[in-house]
């Protein structure tokens, strides 16, 4: 199979040297300065055995390859925000013998959130999620690192909504090979909304730092809470966390990478390049939307998305809300609508 990279930063960097490096033909799909990097000087990959450096074609998008090949996978790694357009580029390609890349090729969704293969599945007709813990830094144009050994990350894939299949069992035994954890999952989704559940202190970490000290872990865990109410009341199940370290075992540890600053997840790498957009509304704002479906009011998401967003827009520099600052609009925040569903 050859491997399409759609969105070669932190992610698809990371996936897309690890299968150049075990053999496997890759292409990047880059933009910016990081397209001209990658162009120019390869790409770099640095992880804990070492940094090397991969000189794989670098396109701009469907256009300068030609007809796809039968045997191509799209692999999305874009943020959120970017899916809806990278597909709407993507979809209609021609593929090699007649038809589309919406109708006859695999596109895999390696994103975190839960609406880049539910946007997929309106377009291709073969569409896989992947649950992707995978702890990524897009360091500088050209460059990227990824800590943990002797894998490099877990990814879950599955079909999408559900189901597996031999295209989900291949791209996982090259992922396998490709020093990740892949296992195969018949409910890729139920994996994907565990994730969410974690990824809604992104914006937390993006807007006050790292979360580590009591404080950050109390607010984590009432935003948390926040998000696991409207699941529930949306009827949607996620894999426990018993589950997840059943299947994770020990096999990744991370390893820090000497040099490579990794202060923060992929929110907070976002304001730190000044990218002007935040994945916040498909994170916090999914339970967000989820919450005003059911009923269910989520000040602290609604407040976690609005701030992410307002860094974002104003390029403002990560972490710098100090945290009893965030602390007590999120107290404001919940006396508010505990008001709210009283009046109602
Ligand atoms: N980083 C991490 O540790 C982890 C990230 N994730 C998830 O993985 C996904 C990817 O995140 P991450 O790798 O951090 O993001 P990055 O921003 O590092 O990489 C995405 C890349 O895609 C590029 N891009 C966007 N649209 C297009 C397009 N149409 N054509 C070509 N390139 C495009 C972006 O360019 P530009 O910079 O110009 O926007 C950027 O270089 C997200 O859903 C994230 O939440 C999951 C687990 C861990
Ligand atoms: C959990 C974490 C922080 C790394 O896998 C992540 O998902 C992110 O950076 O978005």
Redesign the pocket.
């Known amino acids: 199979m050859r491997y399409i990279i759609?969105?070669?930063?932190?992610?698809?960097?990371t996936v897309g040297g690890r299968l150049a490096q075990a053999g496997h033909e890759v292409v990047l799909?880059?933009?910016?300065a990081?397209?001209a990097a990658l162009t120019e000087g390869g790409l770099r990959l640095r992880v804990p055995q070492g940094e090397s450096t991969h000189r794989l074609p670098v396109v701009?998008?469907p256009d300068a390859l030609g007809p796809l090949r039968t045997d191509d996978v799209l692999f999305l790694?874009?943020?959120?925000q970017?899916t809806e357009?990278?597909l709407r580029?993507w979809g209609p390609a021609p593929v090699e013998g007649g038809g589309t890349a919406a109708e006859r090729l695999p596109v895999v969704c390696?994103?975190?959130?839960v609406e880049?293969p539910r946007l997929a599945l309106r377009r291709f007709r073969h569409v896989y999620g992947v649950c992707?813990?995978?702890?990524?830094?897009?360091v500088e144009p050209g460059v990227?690192s990824a800590a943990g050994t002797p894998l490099s990350g877990i990814l879950h894939l599955g079909r999408y909504p559900h189901g597996t299949d031999d295209t989900a069992r291949g791209v996982a035994a090259d992922l396998e090979k490709a020093h990740f954890e892949a296992p195969v999952v018949a409910d890729v989704s139920r994996w994907q909304y565990a994730k969410l559940l974690s990824?809604l202190g992104?914006a937390l970490e993006a807007v006050s730092g790292p979360v580590g000290d009591p404080e950050a872990e109390a607010l984590y865990a009432s935003v948390r809470a926040e998000g696991e109410a409207v699941l529930r009341a949306a009827g949607i199940a996620w894999v426990s966390a018993e589950e997840q370290q059943a299947l994770r075992g020990d096999k990744v540890t991370l390893v820090p990478l000497d040099g490579v600053p990794r202060a923060g997840?992929?929110?907070w790498?976002?304001l730190r390049?000044g990218?002007g957009t935040i994945?916040a509304d498909h994170l916090n704002g999914e339970i967000v939307l989820l919450g005003r479906l059911h009923g269910v009011p989520t000040p602290l998401n609604e407040l976690l998305q609005g701030l992410a967003n307002q860094f974002a827009r104003e390029r403002r520099a990560p972490g710098s809300l100090p945290l009893p600052e965030l602390t007590r609009l999120a107290d404001q925040r919940s006396a508010g609508a505990v008001a709210f569903v009283q009046e109602s």
Not at 29 to 32: K, L
Not at 132 to 137: I, N
């Open positions: 759609i969105g070669a930063g932190a992610i698809g960097g799909v880059a933009r910016g990081h397209r701009d998008g790694a874009v943020k959120t970017d357009a990278a580029v390696a994103q975190n959130g880049s992707v813990w995978l702890p990524a830094t897009h990227v990824n992104n997840g992929s929110s790498q976002s390049r990218a994945e």
